[in-house]
């Protein structure tokens, strides 16, 4: 979706986010390129201020019934808008995968959460999925460029326990 921005998904929903400051830079680079091939055209692209804003692509293929795309979508919309005062500025497109159409309104509502956690675009509250022990979902994405240590990369150092046990 984007050139320059985050992707993340889960099997019933994708996540493409690109940051207000990125989406000023494309839309300058594509003025400039419209201004080279077009000098006379008055036609210029802006991104408007007015923080994050949200696109939705849910297409036949999730759910041929026109009812349960508009389902989707609408669970969508509501937990962007519920959210929006805590999203990083930025346009957020999410593309709803053929899983979305069997999963009711809360576990679309965590999906959609779950994703904006994991872009970093969200942060982790205490009674979400991710917050939680045991959580299969990786951690929300940060600005390092080494992965955190897992348990299973445990240093050599640590002593293994022996298959057999204490006997």
């Given amino acids: 979706m984007f050139k320059h921005g985050r992707r993340v998904a889960l099997p019933v929903l994708a996540l493409h986010w690109q940051t207000a400051e990125a989406a000023a830079r494309s839309c300058a680079r594509a003025n400039e390129e419209l201004v080279r091939a077009r000098p006379k055209s008055r036609l210029r692209f802006e991104r408007p201020d007015g923080g994050p804003r949200l696109g939705l692509a849910v297409s036949r293929k999730v759910d041929p019934r026109a009812v349960g795309r508009n389902r989707i979508k609408r669970v969508m919309r509501e937990t962007f ?4 005062a805590q999203l990083a500025d930025g346009d957020y497109v999410v593309v709803a995968r053929i899983g979305a159409a069997k999963l009711d309104q809360a576990q679309l509502r965590a999906a ?3 994703l904006l ?3 970093g675009a969200l942060a982790p509250e205490a009674d979400s999925p991710l917050a939680q022990k045991g959580s299969s979902l990786p951690a929300p994405a940060t600005a390092v460029t080494m992965p955190r240590l897992r348990p299973c990369d445990a240093p050599a150092s640590i002593t ?5 046990g204490d006997g």
């Fill in 112 to 114: 959609l959460l779950g």
């Fill in 160 to 164: 293994p326990t022996s298959p057999e």
């Fill in 117 to 119: 956690q994991r872009a």
């Fill in 81 to 84: 808008r519920t959210h929006r």
